[in-house]
């Protein structure tokens, strides 16, 4: 299958440093809000390792899509590669999945976001007032990028900046009082606790892969998007670690933590320390609600662009030059599974498809380097036959380690997008 020609209707206006900075403010999102204090739960100090082992794992995930990746221009991302690799059917479900994947997502950080903003006004927790507050949240953000991807672009780039300080600067300061005797390795945990942890951690470490869903709307593309997606997951590695080694030698009761980096920063700055944490937690959440506000409906456009859904979600407005009716869809989406749906579900349901459709991108890399119809390759990855074999391997195992309810969920899904393929496949042309 030939690659679709570039996407004429949209406005290639986000400058490579903003692309970066796309991907950075997706990744450090809700994960690493909650996360630190449940991976103790599981698997203690060996959490570092489990951390270590993600990274790994992401990074063979990573070689693998910025190959893929540098043979296209146009707009869908994973969804894009799947379709020109193994053809209509799972492309479609790639997209469809990765589509609900985002809803999920947005629908888990937002709710993490009326969890701390709750700290300081608790009638924000439950009722109108959470429902309220989530309405404000999608509204404002649906706009902002209703009136243009640049616009959007900028908004995404300054809060990307402001958590990595943010961030930073807890993760640094925190280093000064770190207690060593903190870190002690008793027994290797179990496997299914170990494989467990390193699965929520691929959440943790995802972000890359919706960030290249835009790619129609990038400069230079081919270029950028493979270099971005190397430099922001080494950044987004070292802070993650440093963040966990704060939280394990600073917070003696961790494992019970409901805002760990807050009770962290309590601990050693102090009650200040505990409002500016959970002020940087709010601007982390809504600045990765953000980017999947812009991200999630350029899928939409892209699937519909093809024929796979109907034609009128692939408008694009005649002045901001955005998908708007795709924007539309998706936010009134998003707010009802975040008035509906609850944190670590939703987290674990991405997670696997995630997995599935992470597989399928490694598995494209030998299959797209066989082809003769498809682009040459900006970016080629040494031993990239062997590199992909063995991330899919380390997908399938990951895979395997999913709860049953969470896989019989996705199975649902997937068949719901089977029937949604055959019914536009029976739509007259």
């Given at each position: ?197 390193v699965l929520l951690l691929i959440f943790t470490f995802s972000g890359f ?211 949604i393929f055959l019914g536009m496949r029976?739509?007259?042309?």
């Open positions: 299958m030939t690659p679709p020609a570039p996407n004429a209707g949209l406005d290639r206006a986000i400058r490579p440093f903003d692309f970066i900075a796309l991907i950075i403010n997706i990744t450090i999102g809700a994960g690493i809000l909650g996360l630190p204090a449940k991976l103790y739960a599981l698997v203690g100090t060996w959490s570092l390792l489990a951390y270590g082992v993600s990274a790994a794992i992401v990074t063979l995930i990573i070689l693998c899509f910025a190959e893929v990746s540098s043979r296209f221009s146009g707009t869908g991302g994973p969804y894009l590669y799947a379709r020109v690799a193994f053809g209509p059917l799972v492309g479609f479900e790639v997209g469809w999945l990765f589509w609900l994947s985002r809803i999920a997502a947005f629908a888990s950080i937002c709710n993490l976001f009326v969890s701390y903003a709750a700290l300081f006004r608790p009638q924000l927790g439950s009722g109108w007032e959470r429902a309220g507050l989530i309405t404000v949240i999608v509204v404002v953000l649906g706009v902002i990028n209703y009136l243009g991807v640049q616009r959007s672009a900028r908004v995404n780039t300054v809060f990307t900046i402001s958590k990595l300080v943010a961030i930073g600067a807890f993760a640094l300061g925190g280093l000064f009082f770190v207690n060593p005797h903190a870190f002690t390795f008793p027994r290797f945990p179990a496997y299914t606790s170990f494989s467990q942890a892969d919706v960030a290249a869903i835009p790619s129609g709307e990038v400069q230079r593309p081919q270029r950028t998007v493979p270099l971005s997606l190397l430099v922001s997951i080494g950044t987004v590695a070292v802070l993650f670690m440093a963040v966990q080694v704060v939280c394990i030698g600073t917070l003696p009761d961790l494992t019970h933590s409901e805002r760990p980096l807050a009770d962290a920063a309590g601990q050693f700055i102090g009650p200040a320390g505990a409002v500016f944490i959970t002020v940087v937690a709010l601007l982390t959440a809504l600045g990765t609600l953000h980017a999947l506000m812009l991200t999630g409906p350029r899928l939409l456009f892209a699937m519909a662009e093809q024929g796979q859904l109907p034609r009128w979600l692939a408008r694009t407005h005649s002045r901001f030059r955005t998908p708007y009716v795709a924007i539309f869809v998706t936010a009134a989406l998003q707010f009802l599974l975040a008035v509906t749906g609850t944190f670590l579900y939703a987290l674990t349901l991405s997670t696997l498809i995630r997995l599935a459709y992470f597989a399928l991108t490694s598995a494209a890399l030998p299959v797209l380097r066989r082809r003769t119809d498809v682009p040459v390759a900006q970016f080629r990855v040494a031993g990239g036959a062997v590199v992909s074999g063995i991330t899919v391997l380390l997908c399938g195992w990951l895979l395997s380690n999913s709860s049953g309810r969470e896989a019989r969920d996705v199975g649902i899904a997937a068949g719901i997008g089977l029937l029976s739509q007259p042309k």
